[in-house]
């Protein structure tokens, strides 16, 4: 699955199809980073996750995704 690079926010497949987790595992992921988003006082969408913070997260050199 290849994800636009324009694309902001990005679902529990996309983030299965960057990282190579299963399904639970992305969603995992997602709520994680949303709890840490709405500390910092950020809005957050269930289900979907702001693809330069996964990436940031994640750590690496994600430059070309």
Known sequence: ME???DKILINPQEVMALTGLEYDCACKI???LNEELKAKGYRTIRGK???DYLLERLGGNYASI
């Open 49 to 51: 996750i702001l693809k």
């Open 30 to 32: 997602i709520r994680e």
């Open 3 to 5: 994800i636009p690079k």
